[in-house]
């Protein structure tokens, strides 16, 4: 987002209220609405920070389940990864 505040000369706060998840739109939201991001969240701008954590954010959960999609992804496709740490393999996908 620092690219976006120079690019267009916005300050964080301006894009935040312009753009961003605010408390105000958090508040109209639809009862069943969830609020999703892939992160990392850029709090204070992209979203109000409180909201991260707020009952209609999945976002930790969203987190979560990409990590394991892109095990399974490299999984899936027969990659072998080895990662080695001084001569000494220390991971394997």
Request: glycine share 6%; proline share 3%; hydrophobic share 35%.
């Amino acid at each position: 987002m620092k690219g976006m505040i120079q690019k267009w000369g916005f300050q964080k706060e301006e894009y935040h209220n312009n753009y961003g998840l605010t408390k105000e739109r958090y508040n109209k939201l639809k009862e069943s609405a969830i609020v999703m991001h892939p992160a990392p969240v850029n709090r204070g701008m992209e979203i109000d920070t409180e909201l991260v954590e707020a009952p209609k954010s999945v976002i930790f959960e969203q987190m979560k389940n990409g990590m394991f999609m892109r095990q399974a992804m490299i999984e899936k496709n027969n990659k072998k990864i080895i990662i080695y740490k001084k001569e000494k393999k220390i991971c394997y996908f």
